[in-house]
């Protein structure tokens, strides 16, 4: 029979090639303001970390992973000296965050955290300064690893709620901007029409407010809850300062610590990116009252700056709202996987 010399032959081949069907890192960076590594692999994986010291150093290994380049280095700062990238066996792809002389980091502090299998980000805290001439007394300690999060639970749309909140009205304009453009008559066609959009699809999608009216924060948080909702999206628009018509831009908030709030921000900013004509200022976590006080995914969208020159020109016009609205739907409707 063939097949005995098929076997010896294939397995052969097998342990040649041990990384036949290894995973492939295929982004990695850090981001030195929020001290934070984000790893995307083409297939699913399970990282290991530990912190070592002299020098002190996370550790990030990626089993069955190749890196696929040469070995590459970024140095950082003052308190993290340098981050190194590399094959460091043949089966493992193997991250390096090392801190400068007279800076440790506490093992308790560092979490890792998958999005899903195949997209990890490590949360480092913040360095802290070693009194001099004191020898660290930190020990080698390794991470505890979770199991990645699912990607947002499927719930059948018809049982999908989702609080859109027109994050001013009434006496609150919001902000004011270039020709007079209130915030309030921006965002207000913008949620409504979010609205409109979702139920066209079958998702019951409500306002915190029908008309222009005048809601209080804890009113808006507390329709989340009466509704029983699935996710809570604040819309406003930015105001920069008058004579900083130059900056205008797409910025999309979360609570910190907040997971499903960063995949949801994430997933709509996007969108947005994606259809609209604006510029990107970027996923942000900040503890607005609105998205702290959630328990479920929360963000808000600021559609663009009243204050500078283009969003304030876009906002003004009635399709580029729409094509707003549209792209924000859509980010919901793909975080909550609705076909
Ligand atoms: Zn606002």
């Not at 010896?8 to 960076?29: F, V």
């Not at 955290?113 to 080698?140: D, H, I, M, N």
């Not at 947005?272 to 503890?287: K, M, P, T």
């Not at 399709?319 to 792209?327: E, F, K, L």
Request: glycine letters at 8%; hydrophobic letters at 40%; charged letters at 20%.
């Amino acid at each position: 029979m063939k097949l005995r010399w098929l076997l010896p032959s294939l397995l052969g081949a097998l342990l040649l090639c041990p990384t036949a069907e290894a995973a492939k890192l295929k982004y990695w960076r850090f981001n030195s303001k929020q001290d934070r590594l984000d790893l995307i692999t083409d297939a699913r994986v399970r990282p290991t970390a530990k912190v070592l010291l002299n020098p002190t150093r996370l550790v990030v290994d990626l089993p069955g992973t190749v890196f696929g380049k040469p070995k590459t280095s970024q140095l950082i700062d003052k308190k993290i000296r340098v981050i190194r990238a590399g094959q460091f066996n043949r089966q493992t792809t193997r991250i390096v965050v090392e801190l400068a002389p007279g800076y440790t980091l506490s093992p308790e502090g560092v979490r890792v955290r998958g999005l899903s299998s195949t997209r990890w980000f490590v949360q480092l805290p913040k360095p802290q300064r070693l009194p001099e001439k004191r020898v660290p007394k930190a020990r080698p300690a390794s991470i505890p690893v979770p199991p990645p999060q699912p990607i947002a639970r499927q719930i059948p749309k018809a049982s999908l709620v989702i609080v859109v909140d027109p994050g001013h009205g009434g006496r609150d304009v919001g902000a004011v901007g270039i020709g007079g453009l209130q915030e309030k008559r921006v965002i207000f066609p913008i949620a409504s029409e979010v609205v409109k959009l979702l139920k066209d699809r079958g998702v019951n999608a409500v306002l915190t407010r029908s008309n222009d009216q005048f809601v209080s924060l804890a009113s808006r948080v507390a329709q989340g809850k009466g509704f029983k909702a699935d996710a809570f999206v604040s819309i406003h628009a930015n105001a920069i300062n008058m004579s900083r018509p130059d900056v205008n831009g797409l910025e999309t908030y979360h609570a910190p610590g907040a997971l499903s709030g960063a995949r949801l921000a994430r997933t709509i900013h996007n969108n947005v990116l994606r259809s609209v004509n604006i510029r990107d200022r970027g996923v942000r976590r900040a503890r607005f009252y609105v998205l702290r006080s959630s328990a479920i995914p929360a963000v808000l969208v600021a559609v663009g700056c009243v204050t500078g020159r283009e969003d304030a020109a876009n906002l003004a016009q009635a399709s580029h709202r729409s094509q707003m609205a549209q792209a924000i739907a859509n980010g919901i409707l793909a975080y909550f996987q609705v076909k």
